[in-house]
Structures are given as C-alpha cells and as structure tokens.
Nanobody, 127 residues
Framework: QLQLVESGGGLVQPGGSLRLSCVVS????????MGWVRQAPGKERGGVSC????????DYADSVKGRFTVSTNNATNTVYLQMNSLKPEDTSVYYC????????????????????WGQGTQVTVFS
C-alpha cells in the first residue's frame, strides 16, 4: 500500500520561505512521477510542480516559476518543494501526489493524472 505523508506547511509572511516534504513509502520513488498540487478555499485543485524521478525533469505552473523548486532524494524516498518569495495568493492546502511512471522523460501538472495522494499540508501567507 503506497503512502504519501507531507510536512512543512505553516504560517509565513509575504516574501518568506517554506520547504515542504513528502515521504513516500511502499514503493521506490523512481517508480513514480511526483507532483505538488494545491487547492485554495473555493477553488479547484491546480498543479504547482512535477518531477520525473527517473530523468530529473521538472515543470512548474507559470505562477510559481522562478520562486518554487522541486527536488527529490531517492535514497530517503522524499520529495521536496522549496517555496521562496511567497505571496498571499500562494495560500492553499498543498498535496503531494504520485503518478505511476510508464516511460518517457516528461511530467505533467494536471491533477487528474495522479493515482495517489497525501493528506495535504496547509500553507498560509499572511500580511
């Protein structure tokens, strides 16, 4: 049974930073494409970032490019999302998600692609 457990959310002022972590248990990390998805109150879930763990390729939503960085540690089965220069509009519940990797170097942000989800961690950017 695959489990994804996020941590690292919290309260931060605009311009601040947070690092989210997602520990994956049950399968080696390189079996998956990993993604970070967020959902603000009253809004649909939206893809923030993804990474193809086998190729190291990543993608980002336009709204976070240059501010967020996704990375992995395959030895500890952990995915990270480093979030810098945070803005109030980044306030959301952030979910770690996994898509079974079928082949190819790409990853995709669309939330409907993901097969497994964590429980989410709240990020609040307040001024």
């Amino acid at each position: 049974q695959l489990q994804l457990v996020e941590s690292g959310g919290g309260l931060v002022q605009p311009g601040g930073s947070l690092r989210l972590s997602c520990v994956v248990s049950g399968r080696p990390l390189d079996y998956f494409i990993m993604g970070w998805v967020r959902q603000a109150p009253g809004k649909e879930r939206g893809g923030v970032s993804c990474i193809n763990t086998a190729y190291g390729t990543a993608d980002y939503a336009d709204s976070v490019k240059g501010r967020f960085t996704v990375s992995t540690n395959n030895a500890t089965n952990t995915v990270y999302l480093q979030m810098n220069s945070l803005k109030p509009e980044d306030t959301s519940v952030y979910y770690c998600a996994a898509e079974v990797r079928l082949g190819g170097p790409l990853c995709f942000l669309r939330p409907s692609r993901y097969d497994y989800w964590g429980q989410g961690t709240q990020v609040t950017v307040f001024s």
